[in-house]
C-alpha cells in the first residue's frame, strides 16, 4: 500500500536533487571514496582492531591476582600501542577530511529534517540549546 502521494514523491525527488547537487554532498562522497581506498589508514585501522582484539581476549584469560608480570607488561604494551594507532587513526589526513565532510554533511540533512518538521507542525526540533527557543519548546529544557 502506498503512503505516499504522487505529489508527495515528486517534492521528495526534487529536494533530492537539490541534496545531490549540493557540494557538502560531493565533499562527503569523495571523503568516503578516499577513505575506503586509503591502504595506509586501513592498515592502521586493521592493526588497530587487531590490537584490541587480543588485549581483549588477554583480559578474559587473566583474574586479578592469578596475573604474572609478564603478562601486565604485555597487556601495558598492547595498550600503548593501541594508543599510538588512535593518535595515528585520527590525526590522519584522509580521516580528518572524513571527519570535517561527515560533520558538514549531516547538518545539513539535520536542517532538512528540522525544516520539514517544521513546516509539517509548525515548531522547530529542539537542539537542547533553550536560547534558540526561549525555552518554551518542549523538551522541558
Known amino acids: 500500500m502506498e ?6 514523491k515528486e517534492a521528495i525527488a526534487a ?3 537539490l541534496i545531490k547537487a549540493d557540494p557538502r554532498n560531493a565533499a562527503i562522497k569523495e571523503a568516503i571514496d ?3 581506498h586509503s591502504e595506509e589508514l586501513n592498515g592502521l585501522i586493521a592493526e588497530y582492531n587487531t590490537q584490541q582484539n587480543v588485549l ?3 583480559y578474559g584469560k587473566t583474574h586479578g591476582s592469578d596475573e604474572d608480570e609478564s ?3 604485555m597487556r601495558d604494551a598492547i ?13 590522519h ?3 580528518t577530511a572524513y571527519v570535517a565532510a561527515k560533520e558538514s554533511f549531516d547538518a545539513l540533512t539535520n536542517e532538512v529534517y528540522g525544516e520539514l518538521q517544521f513546516v509539517i507542525t509548525g515548531q522547530r526540533p529542539c537542539n ?3 536560547s534558540s527557543c526561549g525555552g518554551g519548546c518542549s523538551c522541558g529544557g
Open 3 to 8: 503512503t505516499l502521494t504522487p505529489a508527495m
Open 15 to 17: 529536494l533530492g536533487e
Open 34 to 36: 578516499a577513505y575506503e
Open 56 to 58: 581483549s581476549d588477554l
Open 71 to 73: 603478562v601486565v607488561d
Open 79 to 91: 595498550q600503548e600501542r593501541i594508543d599510538a594507532l588512535y593518535d595515528q587513526i585520527t590525526g
Open 93 to 95: 589526513p584522509v580521516y
Open 128 to 130: 537542547h540549546d533553550c
